[in-house]
């Protein structure tokens, strides 16, 4: 279903950097929880990702970005630097695209995969989700810690 | 994060969510043939 149904794509180019960005550095946070020693292995991708979306970091624009494959990872509205994905479990993701291997909140309350998720019109901290076992949960991230303000990286330019 | 605010259960699988825009109260599911409205 969801193959079909998000495919819309506007501004693609930046929805594939992102894409891949996201998925990559994703992919990573994965394994290193997998692994019980943390490795420094996302570091490179992070840079990459956090020079590559600097420039769009102010971006509140719903954007849909390509659904990669039925088993693999739905990326939603972009909201004020957060996007959420929904793995093929019953895990709904929350990441900050400015620092997208480091997951900001994992929503786990769906006992089923979970279908279609929704950012609240009229607030920034609030996101429905629904799946297959019926159910339609809303969250509220306001308890989260804040997303980080400004850039990640200063450089100085004095000699 | 495990504790949803707000929770409703309906009769089948939800395939589809729509959060109205204009009237952020109202979210629309779509489950099995029926589409329900529900007020938040």
Request: net charge neutral; glycine share 4%.
């Amino acid at each position: 279903m969801w193959n079909r149904s998000i495919c819309f794509c506007w501004r693609r180019w930046l929805c594939a950097a992102l894409r891949s960005e996201i998925s990559r550095a994703f992919n990573n946070h994965i394994r290193e929880q997998r692994s019980p020693r943390r490795s420094a292995s996302s570091a490179p991708c992070l840079e990459q990702a956090r020079h590559k979306l600097l420039g769009h970091s102010g971006c509140a624009a719903p954007l849909i970005l390509q659904h990669e494959s039925t088993s693999g990872l739905i990326v939603s509205h972009l909201f004020m630097n957060c996007v959420v994905q929904v793995m093929d479990s019953c895990s709904v993701v929350v990441l900050d695209i400015r620092i997208p291997s480091i997951p900001v909140a994992s929503l786990q309350g769906h006992e089923q995969s979970v279908n279609a998720i929704a950012w609240a019109p009229h607030s920034h901290c609030h996101i429905c989700s629904a799946g297959d076992d019926s159910q339609a949960l809303i969250w509220d991230l306001q308890a989260l810690p804040r997303p980080i303000e400004g850039l990640p990286i200063l450089f100085s330019a004095h000699h | 994060m495990a504790d949803p605010i707000l929770a409703y259960k309906a009769g089948a699988e939800i395939n589809q969510l729509q959060w109205s825009a204009s009237q952020p109260d109202w979210v629309a599911i779509g489950f099995a043939s029926t589409l329900q409205i529900l007020r938040v």
